[in-house]
């Protein structure tokens, strides 16, 4: 395995380092402000200058292997990119390279026909529109997607659909057109990984419904933001449905794969940004007579983070190469490794970081707080903790009979 990035990986580096450098970090404070003013729901100014500038500069939809819709990256020449733009909690946006969207053209690249690429796959692939995922509900226990309760019923040309979902990323924007829906098209089959289908649901459409908008630890994550879903009687055409009745699981698979990893790569770079702040301000605060960077504990702590970020990157880089060469299905026990480890990680480095920063580092004066808020949530994004340990466990266990 040679991780060295090539000279292609290299001059993105470079490029997309020195966009955020030049447009983004300036632009942070900008950003807070204008979510903060009138409607929070309401895209920001900033973020759709940037998107504009990061297209004009080719640095647009970097995040496709595989496709002819992309850069032509691989998952490991993304890899770098990804770490860069998780430095900042606008980057990703600002390069049409974020969740929900990024998994949701995954699965119309893949999986879509050519009507629903041409409705659905370009406009978001432009910039231009928005989506969502519905699969988590509240009523039962998720993590176990077989206990998905929401139905999807054919009726002549249509499908009706009917559930509750909530954490749909991606609902509270206005841009969002689209939805991703899983729910059960034939509750009674034998094989209950086949009683789940996805469809495509218009936005639009009526019978849908936002009860609520959830908070994570106090944010709101405007505009983008988590809704509560109730979908009664929502119809939408039988076309609309994706790959065919049944095909859901196999859907979620070649969807969360990518994204799972998608979320380690951005947060290694989130852990890169905690760690550097803490630097910084070990080497400006002075306590008790001395620099917090003389104290052997702060020493201790920098180290420590230092080793745990490389540690997590070089397994990151291990699942992206696992995918590229033998396969997403192939590569789970990787990428279930690195769904545990990288955020875990992550979460103790921006902790040393929030504790050298003393009260500040829980307040809205440093990045911190929302860091560490939005990387407890990836303990169960996409699977919590437990079912990627029982998974990696079971796999380990197959090696020895």
């Not at 020449?77 to 049409?96: D, K, T, V």
């Not at 002549?156 to 009917?162: P, R």
């Not at 509270?172 to 057109?177: A, E, T, V």
């Amino acid at each position: 395995m040679n991780f060295d990035y090539s000279d292609k990986v290299k001059a993105l580096q470079r490029r997309v380092q020195g966009f955020i450098d030049e447009h983004v970090y300036p632009n942070e404070a900008t950003f807070v402000r204008q979510v903060a003013e009138g409607d929070r729901w309401q895209p920001t100014r900033i973020v759709e200058e940037l998107k504009a500038k990061a297209r004009a500069q080719d640095l647009w939809n970097l995040f496709l292997p595989e496709s002819e819709y992309g850069a032509s990256l691989t998952n490991l020449e993304y890899a770098p990119l990804a770490e860069i733009m998780g430095r900042s909690p606008m980057a990703s946006e600002a390069f049409n390279c974020s969740a929900p969207d990024t998994g949701n053209m995954e699965v119309l690249v893949r999986y879509g026909s050519p009507e629903q690429k041409k409705q659905w796959l370009e406009p978001l692939l432009e910039g231009k529109i928005r989506s969502a995922f519905a699969m988590t509900e509240p009523k039962v226990a998720s993590s176990d997607a077989t206990n998905i309760e929401s139905s999807i019923t054919r009726d002549g040309d249509s499908y009706v659909i009917n559930g509750r979902k909530w954490w749909t990323s991606g609902i509270g924007d206005p841009r969002c057109k689209i939805l991703i829906f899983m729910g059960k098209t034939d509750a009674k089959n034998p094989d209950r990984y086949k009683q789940q289908s996805m469809i495509l649901v218009p936005r639009d459409t009526p019978g849908i419904k936002v009860l609520r908008m959830l908070t994570v630890f106090g944010y709101d994550d405007a505009p983008h933001g988590h809704g509560e879903v109730l979908f009664e009687n929502v119809r939408v055409p039988a076309s609309n449905i994706l790959l065919g009745e049944g095909r859901g699981f196999e859907i979620a698979q070649g969807r969360l794969g990518p994204g799972r990893i998608h979320h380690c790569m951005r947060q290694i770079g989130v852990a890169e940004r905690a760690l550097e702040l803490m630097c910084k301000r070990s080497q400006n605060r002075v306590a008790f007579g001395k620099r917090l960077a003389e104290n052997d504990i702060t020493l201790e702590r920098i180290a420590q983070s230092r080793i745990e970020i490389d540690q997590a990157r070089l397994l990151v880089l291990h699942a992206a190469y696992m995918m590229d060469t033998v396969g997403n299905k192939a590569a789970k026990q990787a990428i279930a490794e690195i769904k545990v480890a990288v955020p875990n990680m992550t979460l103790q480095v921006v902790e040393r970081a929030m504790q050298l920063h003393g009260g500040g580092g829980v307040s809205q004066e440093f990045p911190l707080a929302s860091m560490w808020a939005h990387s407890r949530t990836l303990r169960f994004a996409d699977g919590p903790d437990e079912v990627h340990r029982r998974q990696i466990g079971r796999l380990e266990l197959r090696k020895h009979g």
